[in-house]
């Protein structure tokens, strides 16, 4: 078992101070700055782009950033944020041509390789590519919109993914990203995932800190 990652979304964080916020946040006790990338095409609302990821680079921040791609097409996007600085990338089957290929670019780029699947999108297009991922990304909600619920049939289809990654005998984590809080984190995990992305659940509250502890609280009794 992979020790437990805690990634806040800076989709939630405070955008006219954002270097300030994730670095805020990372002292707080986060592990990864999960930074979502939207581009109104293939799912609603426009986020921000390598450019954004660069420029936290710049001002320091030194922590894994997990980009997490919700666009199409994909493949000129992972080469930009290979440049700017990203650690991890993934991005949605449905949304690239080829996946093996966009897979590639990013192994290419020395970035560990992600595959995102939706609420609806089924297990069977990881089949082919699990030799190529460092981790899998479950959406525990429709992608596109930040401070929705848990949707809590993931809770199966973490566990399926688990067994699948298992039985493959490779060192793959499980992602979930959306509607995670501290009331349901310890399912979660108990279900099987060991990276938890959370954003509003953390952003919007006074003490990053305390919040990010009784995470790990709840972690710890799994």
Do not use: W
């Not at 979502?36 to 320091?60: E, Q, T, W």
């Not at 949304?95 to 609806?120: E, F, K, M, T, Y």
């Amino acid at each position: 078992m992979q020790p437990y990652l805690i990634a806040p979304s800076i989709l939630s964080a405070d955008f006219a101070r954002l270097g300030e916020d994730v670095a805020n946040v990372i002292s707080a006790g986060a592990d990864v700055v999960h930074f979502d990338v939207m581009d109104n095409h293939y799912v609603p609302n426009l986020s921000f782009g390598a450019p954004i990821c660069k420029a936290l680079r710049d001002y320091g921040i030194t922590a894994p950033i997990d980009v997490h791609l919700m666009v199409s097409p994909v493949d000129s996007m992972i080469e930009q944020f290979v440049q700017a600085g990203a650690s991890m990338i993934s991005f949605h089957p449905e949304a690239s041509g080829h996946v093996d290929r966009s897979l590639q670019l990013i192994i290419d780029g020395g970035c560990q390789a992600g595959l995102v699947l939706n609420p609806a999108t089924p297990l069977h297009v990881l089949e082919h590519v699990l030799h190529k991922l460092d981790y899998i990304l479950l959406m525990s909600v429709n992608p596109g919109f930040g401070g929705q619920s848990f949707i809590p049939h993931t809770l199966t289809k973490i566990a399926q993914v688990k067994a699948l990654v298992s039985a493959s005998g490779r060192d793959i984590r499980i992602e979930v990203d959306g509607g995670i809080n501290c009331d349901n984190i310890a399912d979660i995990a108990a279900a099987g995932a060991d990276m938890f992305v959370a954003g509003s659940a953390i952003f919007n509250q006074p003490n990053y800190s305390d919040v990010i502890t009784t995470m790990r609280q709840k972690l710890s009794t799994i």
